[in-house]
């Protein structure tokens, strides 16, 4: 029996979200605009002798503090990224910025709820000029900042599955045949896959005069005529699913032979990020109670339910403590170092022992967003197999960023 332990890992040890320092400016950015807030608000309520107002606005410096804890996660983290003290590097920094805002929001929601009920049996007189406008600044700040830390737009997320309309390496291939400068694509922007041929540079293309024809690693064949579409020839045919084989392009007499590589696509868990996440959810939650006040105060005001007030409270603790929750949840398992991603796990198990291997011991947890270890002991008894013919196999997990590979042979 022999024994051979391989540690491969593709990307150093930074395990850093993309866009890592724009969310980082972002955040700083937001925080600026909500401590400008609190002092207006603060130095407004003294000279004018509006208590209400000063409350408002020591209430913008918790929402303050609370974004900075985001901030600092992002630029401790971006520091320290390179620090070798960090086993496994400082990816986990905004999780746990994350699980830390988590908590000081279900407390918010527990203060909020406690101080609502109160209200309810024992309602307060309110001064609803003040508190009005109060809360309607409040919601603006709130959207104002929503909308920086999200960029302007809403594509934060990383979807589950492929990005429609993007083309990643592997389904791009830049061809060179003879005088032609050619792109081949494997196109799926809403539509079932085809190949698509693009004219760079070159004589002009006809679609009877190219071909295509696909080898899978089985061995099965298939030919695919092509159609003109005006700027591209496309295959008649669809592309069956996975998009793992050897392409042959023919163009005349001419033909060259590119490689599609099938690449798993984890869970959108596995690219998110938490620490944004949760800066936007302590804006929105905020937001979301403005709300609430505004319509329970303006119901007060108008037919006099004082305790519409108190119950808008209520509400708006249930929806906080609920994000919370959650937060709570998706941040602690990271933590934890829980399976972030059970399919793909499994997926990577099956590359494994599809072809007569056995996986003796698996381990993948999440290094930081859009960053995958793994720990892989496998048995097999064909000599020839190395670490680097598994890497080759589990190159299509394009998340596995730190992969440590044992290799036991059996006779």
């Known amino acids: 029996m022999n024994n051979t332990t391989i540690i491969e890992n593709f990307h150093g040890h930074v395990f850093l979200g993309e866009g890592h320092e724009t969310s980082e400016r972002r955040t700083w950015a937001v925080i600026w605009l909500c401590g400008a807030m609190m002092l207006i608000e ?6 004018f002798g509006s208590i209400a107002v000063i409350a408002d606005g020591l209430h913008m410096s918790t929402h303050a503090g609370a974004l900075l804890l985001a901030a600092l996660a992002y630029t401790f983290a971006r520091k320290h990224a390179d620090n070798r003290n960090f086993t496994f590097g400082t990816g986990k920094f905004g999780d746990l910025a994350g699980f830390s805002s988590a908590i000081v929001l279900a407390m918010i929601a527990l203060l909020i709820g406690y101080e609502s009920v109160i209200r309810l049996f024992a309602p307060v007189a309110i001064h609803f000029a003040q508190a009005i406008p109060i809360a309607v600044v409040g919601l603006a700040v709130n959207i104002a900042s929503a909308w920086l830390l999200s960029g302007g737009d809403h594509h934060h997320g990383h979807s589950h599955g492929r990005s429609h309309g993007d083309h990643h390496p592997d389904e791009s291939q830049q061809i060179e045949l003879g005088k032609r400068t050619l792109r081949l694509d494997v196109f799926e922007d809403g539509v079932p896959p085809r190949f698509r ?3 760079e540079a070159g004589p002009e293309l006809t679609a009877a005069a190219v071909s295509i ?14 159609a003109n579409r005006g700027d591209f020839l496309e ?3 669809e592309i069956p699913e996975p998009h793992q084989f050897s392409a042959n392009v023919n163009v005349g007499k001419l033909s060259t032979t590119v490689e599609f590589v099938e690449h798993e696509h984890t869970h959108a868990s596995v690219g998110s990020d938490n620490n944004m996440r949760a800066a936007i959810v302590h804006v929105l939650a905020d937001a979301a109670v403005s709300v609430l006040v ?12 004082l305790w519409m007030d108190p119950l808008a409270g209520i ?10 929750y959650g937060l709570v949840i998706d941040t602690g398992t990271i933590l934890l170092d ?7 796990t499994e997926n990577l198990r099956q590359s494994i022992e599809s072809d007569g291997d056995r996986i003796a011991d698996l381990h993948v947890w999440r290094l930081g967003p859009g960053h995958l270890g793994a720990v892989i002991s496998v048995v097999t008894s064909d000599s020839k197999r190395d670490q680097k013919f598994y890497r080759k196999r589990l190159s299509r997990f394009r998340s596995l960023s730190h992969l440590t590979i044992e290799v036991e042979l059996t006779s």
Do not use: C, H, Q
Request: no cysteine.
């Open 338 to 344: 829980m399976n972030p991603d059970k399919a793909m």
């Open 42 to 47: 603060i130095v407004g309520g003294l000279l």
């Open 315 to 324: 509400v708006g603790s249930l929806v906080i403590a609920n994000w919370a």
């Open 197 to 199: 041929i693009y004219r």
């Open 235 to 237: 295959s008649v045919d």
């Open 294 to 305: 505004i319509i329970g105060l303006f119901l007060a005001w108008v037919f006099g339910w």
């Open 213 to 226: 024809e696909t080898k899978r690693p089985d061995g099965s064949l298939k030919r695919f005529a092509m």
